[in-house]
Each structure stands twice: as C-alpha cells, then as structure tokens.
C-alpha cells in the first residue's frame, strides 16, 4: 500500500507537493492517505498528474512507481506496459481509499462528505 501525506490545499487535502490537486476533504490533511496498487490505474481522463520513475513487469502485470507532488505512488496494471521513466502520466485514484493517523498508524473513518478521488 502507498502512504501517501496529506496537505491543506484550496478545496480540501491533497497529496504533500500537489497543491492544485485535492484528493480528500480538508479534514483529512495532516494524515496518510492510503492506496492499493491495484486501485491507482493510469488514465486518458483527467486525473492526479504524476511522473512515471518506474515500470516493472512481472509477467502478468506491470508495477508502476509513480512521483506525485514528493510522494511516491505504485500502481499495478495488468499486461506488459513500457513506459519511460521522466514521463508524464496521470493516474486515476478511486475509492475505496484509507486515511491513517501518521502517529500510531491507525485507520480513520473517512469523512461522510469525502470526495471522489481523482
């Protein structure tokens, strides 16, 4: 899972170094948000934009690592994906998504009102 710190932004929370992307409510700021690999797929549509740093394929799928603001996000596609590190993408990030306390690691509800993530 990609931990992923949250920041107070105009519109809510977003991901540490992306400001003009909120990602969360603004009560979430100041926690992890948490994302499955299996959850976060590239994407044609407007999206969180992120800069490939890695591909890896595993046979049956390939791992991305992806830089958005400071943090690094993974995502698992399936099939062979060759993708240049340095390049553009943007990634598609829906629920369901976790917030966790960055001081005892424990998940938090998410707020009634959470928007979709990008």
């Known amino acids: ?17 992306a400001p003009e ?11 992890l948000l948490g994302l499955r690999p299996e959850d976060v797929a590239p994407t044609d549509d407007p999206g969180l934009p992120a800069t490939v740093n890695s591909a890896e394929f595993l046979g049956a799928e390939t ?21 240049t590190p340095g390049s553009p993408i943007r990634l598609r990030l829906p629920p369901p998504a976790h917030l ?11 707020p009634v009102h959470a928007p979709a993530f990008a």
């Open 63 to 83: 791992v991305l690592r992806c830089a958005v603001g400071s943090e690094m996000v993974q995502a698992r596609i399936p099939g062979h994906h060759v993708m």
């Open 1 to 17: 899972m990609s931990l992923l710190r949250l920041e107070a932004a105009p519109g809510g929370a977003c991901i540490a170094g």
């Open 100 to 110: 966790f306390d960055p001081a005892t690691g424990r998940r938090l509800p998410l």
């Open 21 to 31: 992307h909120a990602v969360a409510p603004a009560e979430a700021a100041g926690a």
